[in-house]
């Protein structure tokens, strides 16, 4: 057993001593020493509220998940799509902004239900499902959270890491050529004191890098495009196909799948009740990705230009 785990299982028994004595002790009358006495302990057993997150540094957390692949992958996806494009990302969106704030309503209830979950916010996925259904689907939990991580980790190293190869490459105007194989361990050791941080309320300075980051690429993106005057070719509207249906909802759903962290974003809050307007601030702070595949789409298909 870890230490986290070692230093839960002396709280608890604690806590429950807490609650015990403050359960015994008088309701009416003058406040009894046992009782202020308890309610010190108390304090100090669950965690404190007024340092955790805002709602403003929630939502920063949730645009930094998203990152630059919307502005760069996304639009395209959406345009093989045709006039269905639009349509299916906002049904998609809908759907990942309902789930999660449901997700955020259980964590909730299950605070007023069981205070000790708290204890457990570490994990609070896992934390979840033992609470209703038992420690075999905590450890399920735990597992399918891993692979998922891990799986949506994978493309954005690789995509970093030929980045960082081709930044190589065209500076030294095609005569420095380091394969992205060692950019990719390169960044995970880079990336490895990041990881030991611990929570969101630990990287408030890691996710506003990150979202002035994602700004500053959007709106080099949008000058770079306005300024752009070549007459294009106009093209047909894609015809609808399944294919290209398949390919824009596997896009959009694993760039804008939120549910892996939100909830460690949740229990890091000042109040907790308020995630769904963190979520829907999110999800409307990258509407950028929107409005690069319409001004792509107009200059595709219907002939215009941005003047």
Known sequence: MGPEQNSQNETIPLLIDVLQTRAASPRRGRSSPAKHESAGCLGEVLPQQGSGLSVVFATLCIVDLFGVFPIIALPRAIINCGWIGIPLALAVFSVQIYTARLLGRCWVMAERINPLIMLKSRYPYAALAEEALGLKASRLVSFLLDITVFGASIPNLLVASQNLQLIGLKMSHWNFEFSFCYW???????????????????????????????????????????????????????????????????????????????????VDMERKNELGKAITCGFLGNLNPFSLQYHQFRRLYCGLTPR
Not at 203 to 218: E, P
């Open 184 to 266: 990719l361990v390169l960044v995970g050791i880079v990336l490895c004191p990041v990881m030991w941080l611990g929570s969101p309320k630990d990287m408030k300075w890691l996710a506003g890098t990150s979202v002035f980051t994602v700004a500053s690429v959007g709106v080099l993106t949008w000058v770079t495009m306005i300024t752009d005057i070549r007459d294009l070719d106009t093209q047909p509207v894609p015809q609808l196909s399944w294919e290209a249906i398949a390919v824009a909802y596997g896009v959009i759903a694993f760039q804008f799948d939120i549910h892996p962290m939100i909830l460690t974003v949740q």
